[in-house]
Nanobody, 128 residues
Framework: QVQLVESGGGLVQAGGSLRLSCAAS????????IGWFRQAPGKEREFVAA????????YYRDSVKGRFIISRDNAKNTGYLQMNSLKPEDTAVYYC?????????????????????WGQGTQVTVSS
């Protein structure tokens, strides 16, 4: 069983920054692929960013490229999403997720169904 706990959400003005954290339980965190998703009211959950366990494969949705950075600290069992130049359209509940057996990850990373465990979510609100 893996537990994920997000933190770092909040209210920020457009152009501001936030850093989300995803603290994971378990001693094999380094084996997991980590994904970040978001869900705005009335919309489907959408992919934001993902990072394979090896760190060599990193993916972003087009609208956040150049603004968001996904990272991980395996020693701390924590994943991060640094969000810069935030826009009102980034407003959503943000979720981290773990794929504990990321085989063929390159073809699946953007699908919520690829992930085995999810955090409870953290609200990010960007005011204009």
């Amino acid at each position: 069983q893996v537990q994920l706990v997000e933190s770092g959400g909040g209210l920020v003005q457009a152009g501001g920054s936030l850093r989300l954290s995803c603290a994971a339980s378990g001693r094999t965190f380094y084996n997991y692929a980590i994904g970040w998703f978001r869900q705005a009211p009335g919309k489907e959950r959408e992919f934001v960013a993902a990072r394979h366990r090896s760190g060599g494969y990193i993916y972003y949705r087009d609208s956040v490229k150049g603004r968001f950075i996904i990272s991980r600290d395996n020693a701390k069992n924590t994943g991060y999403l640094q969000m810069n130049s935030l826009k009102p359209e980034d407003t959503a509940v943000y979720y981290c997720a773990a794929d504990i057996d990321p085989i063929n990850y390159g073809s699946r990373y953007y699908r919520p169904s690829a992930y085995d465990y999810w955090g409870q979510g953290t609200q990010v609100t960007v005011s204009s």
